[in-house]
């Protein structure tokens, strides 16, 4: 599980991208992204960001185990997670939804940028 989540390069890369994206460094362990589900009014768009890339993570070891998917780059993999948040948008208070705004066009960026990393 922490191999998956956290050790492989792929979720190494994804959450140094999360955590550009965020502001703040997460995905060391589930302690790193515990800890601002405490507190989850104030941390709700991060948490939806964060639930979002551990879903994605968990989709594509799914997807290639069992569906044959060959993994691209970590961009499919952010573009993937910015499509599910993007449709999550309803869920977020809507205090909150300019934050997400804004956090959602960071995501868009780094997911359209260059690939950086390919498999």
Do not use: Y
Not at 84 to 89: F, G, K, R, V
């Amino acid at each position: 599980m922490n191999h998956l989540f956290f050790e492989c390069v792929v979720a190494k890369q994804l959450w140094l991208d999360i955590s550009e994206v965020i502001g703040r460094r997460v995905g060391t362990d589930f302690l790193s992204l515990g800890l601002m589900w405490i507190s989850n009014k104030r941390f709700a768009v991060d948490n939806m960001i964060c639930a979002a890339a551990l879903w994605g993570l968990w989709k594509l070891r799914n997807d290639t185990h069992f569906q044959g998917v060959v993994w691209r780059s970590v961009l499919s993999l952010l573009r993937s997670i910015l499509a599910m948040i993007t449709s999550w948008t309803l869920l977020c208070l809507m205090e909150k939804r300019p934050e997400l705004s804004l956090k959602l066009e960071k995501l868009r960026k780094l997911a359209f940028s260059c690939p950086r990393l390919t498999g």
